[in-house]
């Protein structure tokens, strides 16, 4: 595809589910980063891979959420025993490399845990 | 502190009004600075990079005073459809490979 695809657009979850959230970078674009973005606030980081490698998670809130890229294009983001405080829009992006360049961002997973 | 701080706004102005943004930014290291624009419910989508000369882009203009560590956004000639959400972004420290620090973003309205 042309842009960055996540899947799914929204997700509703019972508190306590597992989710695991898509994301299809541009096709050729080595560096993958997920963000969480609350309502009224900025995307905030939570994880960065190189190809297959995680390089980053840092900015992973807790050990329920975890990511993957295993084999350096589709990465999955997924969450554990899903909290209220999950809610939020899961934004992925990709850049063809990652120095300094502008990342291109999927629509987002908007995620409600219930 | 967070890192990169915008005023929230927001800011309503009129059709064919200029508008000014401003951010500042926390790490001094920092190497890349973007202005993204946000629509409601939608993905950030890259308005333009800062350069260290400033950078105009049609009806906008961008700022970057590294020894100040701020960046400005300018609109000239404001139009009903710059109505959005503009986020000032700084890339982050090394520990976080390049990924990118947002503000919490300016909102603006522009009114006919």
């Known amino acids: 595809g042309a842009g960055v695809s996540q899947s799914p657009r929204y997700k509703v979850a019972k508190r306590g589910q597992d989710v695991a959230l898509r994301c299809d970078p541009i096709?050729?674009?080595?560096?993958l980063f997920w963000y969480q973005q609350a309502l009224g606030q900025g995307p905030e980081f939570l994880t960065y891979f190189q190809n297959e490698a995680q390089l980053d998670k840092s900015g992973l809130p807790s050990d329920r959420f975890f990511a993957e890229r295993p084999e350096g294009s589709v990465s999955t983001l997924k969450i554990q025993r899903t909290q209220q405080e999950d809610s939020a829009v899961y934004l992925c992006?990709?850049?063809?490399?990652?120095?300094?360049?502008?990342?291109?961002f999927g629509d987002g997973t908007r995620l409600s845990i219930l | 502190r967070k890192e990169v701080e915008q005023d929230p706004g927001p800011f309503n102005v009129p059709e064919g009004a200029t508008v000014a943004f401003n951010c500042t930014y926390s790490?001094?290291?920092?190497?890349?600075f973007f202005w993204y624009r946000q629509d409601c419910r939608k993905e950030p989508k890259l308005l333009m990079s800062?350069?260290?000369s400033g950078n105009e882009d049609g009806r906008f203009t961008a700022q970057l005073n590294r020894a100040s560590q701020y960046i400005s956004l300018l609109i000239r000639d404001s139009k009903l459809s710059d109505s959005a959400t503009y986020l000032c972004v700084v890339n982050a420290d090394s520990n976080s490979g390049y990924a990118l620090n947002f503000g919490k973003g300016t909102s603006l309205l522009v009114t006919p």
């Open positions: 096709s050729g674009h080595v560096s």
């Open positions: 790490n001094s290291a920092s190497q890349s």
């Open positions: 992006a990709s850049t063809q490399d990652s120095l300094n360049q502008p990342q291109h």
């Open positions: 800062v350069y260290s």
